[in-house]
């Protein structure tokens, strides 16, 4: 198993990676951010995915994800009003998260922003609920227009919210049902 892993190009093994980080932020979350993600994710890795050797990436979504959870979850309550964090399934908040990161905080010649919303498209269709892609594609889609569509050519400045800021995040869409 962990040749063919190898073998997966880059945005294969990025799939299969934040894919971990969702079951290991799932399990963080479970128990109410109580242990330490790196024992987590090493457990996982070892479970799901022997043999793949992109652990930094993994750790780089967690680690960010747990540092700027507070703000995410602001993102996320203004975002989608109609649906409180406590009340979000699980995996949807948890994909919300790792997307809303890699969307304001990650590198974009690394990860492009509409690259972050696909990724978290398919981590919600593949984990998540019957509604959960077309849920986690609207709240993602409403913050994407919020900072200015960064990666269009006649991109208009971005907001505040890239600095973290929710209050600079206006609701202009009522995204779909989570599952």
């Known amino acids: 198993r962990g ?3 190898a073998l997966l190009k880059p945005m294969a093994a990025r799939q299969l990676g934040r894919g971990i980080a969702l079951q290991s932020l799932y ?3 479970f128990y109410g951010r109580e242990g330490n993600l790196e024992t987590i994710v090493d ?4 479970e799901f995915a022997p043999g793949f050797n992109e652990r930094d990436f993994v750790l780089k979504i967690l680690h960010g994800v747990s540092s700027k959870i507070k703000e995410l979850d602001e993102i996320i309550t203004v975002s989608a009003p109609e649906w409180p964090i406590e009340k979000l399934p699980m995996v949807d908040r948890n994909v919300l998260r790792i997307g809303l990161f890699e969307l304001l905080y990650a590198d974009r ?4 922003p509409r690259v972050a919303i696909n990724e978290a498209i398919e981590l919600a269709k593949n984990y998540g609920g ?9 709240v993602l889609g409403t913050v994407y227009r919020e900072i200015g569509e960064p990666d269009k050519k006649t991109a208009k400045p971005a907001s505040n919210a890239l600095q973290g800021d929710a209050g600079g995040l206006l609701k202009e869409e009522k995204p779909n049902e989570p599952s």
């Open 43 to 46: 457990r996982d890795l070892e």
């Open 109 to 112: 010649n690394e990860v492009p």
């Open 3 to 5: 040749r063919r892993i």
């Open 130 to 138: 019957i509604n959960s892609g077309k849920f986690i594609n609207g």
């Open 27 to 29: 399990e963080w979350d």
